[in-house]
């Protein structure tokens, strides 16, 4: 691992992300996933609850003055003890079998009701200032539903810039050389070595993926997005979901890139890591509701992944992402993510469509 800064900060946010992503694993193969609806009427898991709990356990234990913004809090669970005691169960029982690592990260959480109390640690508002990490504890939680793709996201900020980021990729292939392709992974299969995969970035020293393990960590390997020559060869990703991101306007800033390959569809920032990894090349993210604001902990890994792995990342203005303003990324409409040289190209054809309309 190249030295430099973070290096402590890498390791245990590689080891927190993977204890966290092996218990989501877990909860998808149980019939009861406890599932409630948020007041967005989005879906929240006993996973969700419980990856969060133990990576916040995990950021406590190494670096007990930082901040943290995550996406869940205990509310639900305080209001209803079967399923705190549910969520109790996974998270006393989550461990990774190599004690090296586990006691890396603190070993385990002392008692449901400090697995609460450590859920509503991720409450911080964010900001310019100093020392935030941001979790998505279940990102695409109704990709994880379906036994598509989701990710855990975990990513470190400091004074507002993106200087860690990982992301637990249980559905992925670990190859980095296995083409997207629709419905990849989506048999949500366990064979040994072939899907899970950890992506992880550090400012300056480029990106990196490794085979989720459920011991302690595999070792890394550089990763970069594919150098393309003409942009109508690219393969685009973007949401399942309709109401994320238009895809008639995708569809039509593709036409005028001449791309005539069907976008390939999948939740979650597994689309940043696919084409980080060169699997895929471009991400579009283009608004549908006016009035949405996208959340920190929904890109902020994934920013930095593909950037340290040879992108850019703008909004569709082609204004970087700005995390330093709170919560949410108040100030950017969508994402377009894109290898460095043809970013303006993309970024231009965006304009042209999305200007058109207004
Ligand atoms: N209206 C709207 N527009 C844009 N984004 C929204 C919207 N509503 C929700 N969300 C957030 O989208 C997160 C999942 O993004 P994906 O790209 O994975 O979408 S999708 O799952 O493919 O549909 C999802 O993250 P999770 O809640 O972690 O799953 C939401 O935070
Ligand atoms: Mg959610
Ligand atoms: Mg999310
Ligand atoms: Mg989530």
Not at 175 to 192: N, Q, V
Not at 218 to 230: A, D, Q, T, V
Not at 271 to 293: E, F, Q
């Amino acid at each position: 691992m190249a030295t430099g800064g973070y290096d402590k900060e890498l390791n245990a946010a590689l080891l927190a992300v993977q204890r966290a992503t092996l218990l989501t694993k877990s909860v998808f193969h149980q019939n009861a996933k406890g599932t409630l609806s948020k007041s967005d009427a989005s879906p929240v898991t006993i996973g969700d609850f419980g990856a969060q709990a133990l990576i916040i356990s995990a950021l406590q234990h190494n670096f007990p003055s930082d901040e943290i913004v995550a996406e869940e809090e205990a509310k639900d669970l305080r209001e209803n003890s079967q399923l705190r005691d549910t969520v109790w169960e996974l998270v006393r029982d989550a461990k990774l079998s190599n004690a090296t690592a586990e006691q890396t990260l603190g070993g385990a959480v002392g008692s449901a009701d400090s697995m609460l109390d450590i859920i509503d640690k991720g409450d911080s508002k964010g900001g310019a200032k100093g020392r935030i990490w941001t979790i998505d504890p279940i990102d695409g939680t109704k990709g994880f539903l379906r036994g598509g793709q989701y990710a855990v996201c975990l990513a470190l900020l400091v004074d507002g810039e993106v200087k860690v980021g990982v992301l637990g990729c249980p559905n992925l292939p670990v190859s980095d050389s296995e083409p997207l392709k629709e419905g990849i992974g989506t048999d949500a299969s366990d064979e040994e070595g072939k899907f899970g995969v950890l992506f992880s970035a550090v400012e300056g020293q480029g990106a990196q993926s490794r085979p989720l393990s459920k011991e302690g960590l595999s070792e890394g390997k550089k990763i970069g997005m594919k150098p393309i020559s003409n942009i109508s060869e690219a393969t685009f990703c973007e949401s399942v979901e309709a109401g994320h991101s238009s895809q008639g306007d995708a569809a039509a800033i593709a036409q005028k890139l001449g791309i005539t390959k069907p976008s390939v569809r999948m939740d979650s920032q597994a689309k940043y890591g696919s084409i980080a990894r060169g699997a895929g090349d471009l991400y579009l993210r283009l608004p549908v509701r006016k009035d949405y604001v996208e959340k920190i902990w929904d890109h902020a890994a994934g920013d930095l992944i593909v950037r340290e792995a040879g992108g850019q990342v703008t909004d569709v203005n082609g204004n970087r992402l700005d995390f330093s303003l709170g919560r949410t990324l108040k100030n950017n409409k969508g994402v377009i993510a894109a290898p460095k040289d043809v970013h303006g190209q993309v970024i231009q054809a965006v304009k042209e469509v999305l200007g058109a309309k207004q």
